[in-house]
């Protein structure tokens, strides 16, 4: 066991408790894991859905709280109500794609429906409902795999995926992703922690500044599937590029924000000439802790979800109650819909190539 990671066992014991009545994991292979520095910050992660279950950091005057929201045993996680996948990877196509269907090649794909008669986040049993193979590298790095087969969720193709979580000294959460299929698949993988600054289950995240590296969005329709449209975000509540309160505009009348009974969009990121490169996608401000959490990506979209459908019936790690919009997350992507959308880019993977991609979480106060 390495100094700077301690291979959580009493961690797993904790997580493991109230697990009985399970069916589809073997527990044996679950685990909990500690990514820790040297300043504090600490992070666990469990092989059950490659998921981040809690976020140590620190405020502006030293304090330590887990800004992650969570639960603190893996059936909160396999039971959860409402499913609000806590800080798991969402795949094999993170967000939705209509009706779960598309087509590659003249070949149609049905996939399983899961949110209404769309499909979200990988279907039924998605990415955030396996077991991953857990490798722990180094002193700050774990690495989990996953091979998901072919006609997973209806998805074509052996996908075999790989996501390595490094916590830096600099206080960054790096998370690597990799991908190769044998046929062509749609990928597009994402982390959906929940992240509430001032302490998970301390109110709600409106009060959050929140800046969006973003001049457009792509609307969507009440079932919230992209429209294909990209529009600008000037002068309309979805203008993020100058940082503000996330509650400042959200409940001003519009159809956007009524269809997603709030923020639940995808942002398209001002790349510049950077495309496919990293750039910084998002900050987050909390004013009165100081906590202050930057996104970079080499992804072309952000999902900004600020917890709609929280409805303050779920109680967390600390058995203190999720209220709605207790969380918001920053899901780096490519767009929702992308299969059935041509003008958006591409999420198709071809065998024989590598799907490589990389997000970065920074956390600092001031
Ligand atoms: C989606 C929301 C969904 C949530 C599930 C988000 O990524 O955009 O619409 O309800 O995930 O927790």
Partial sequence: MKKNLLVGMLGLVGILAGCASVKTADFDDIKLYTLKNKTGTMVKITNYGATVTSIVTTDR??????????????????????KPYFGSIVGRYGNRIALGRFSIDGEEYELA????ANHLHGGVIGFDK???????????????????????E?????????????????NELKLDYVATTDKKTPVNLTNHTYFNLK??????????????????????????????????????????????????????KDQQLEFGLGYDHNWVLDKGDKDGKMTLAATVYEPTTGRFMEVFTQEPGIQFYCGNFLAGNLK???GRT???????????????DSPNQKNFPSTILNPGEEYKTMTIYRFSAK
Avoid at 67 to 78: E, H, P
Avoid at 323 to 335: A, D, I, P, S
């Fill in 322 to 336: 999720y209220v709605n919009r207790g969380g918001f997350c920053l899901e780096t992507q490519h767009y929702p």
């Fill in 199 to 252: 302490g998970e289950g301390e109110g709600d995240i409106l009060g959050h500044e929140l800046l969006i590296n973003a001049k457009a969005t792509t609307p969507v329709d009440s079932g919230l599937i992209p429209t294909g449209k990209i529009i600008p975000v000037a002068g309309t509540p979805f203008d993020f590029t100058t940082a503000k309160a996330i509650g400042r505009d959200i409940g001003k």
């Fill in 316 to 318: 967390g790690k600390a």
């Fill in 130 to 152: 396996v077991v991953w193979d857990a490798e722990v590298i180094g002193a700050h790095a774990l690495r989990l795999s996953y091979l998901a087969k072919d006609g997973e």
């Fill in 154 to 170: 209806g998805y074509p193709g052996n996908l075999q995926i790989a996501v390595t979580y490094t916590l830096t000294e600099d």
């Fill in 61 to 82: 005057e030293g304090q330590m709280a887990d800004i992650a929201l969570g639960y603190n045993d893996v059936s909160g996680y396999m039971n959860a109500v409402d």
């Fill in 113 to 116: 429906t899961n949110n209404n």
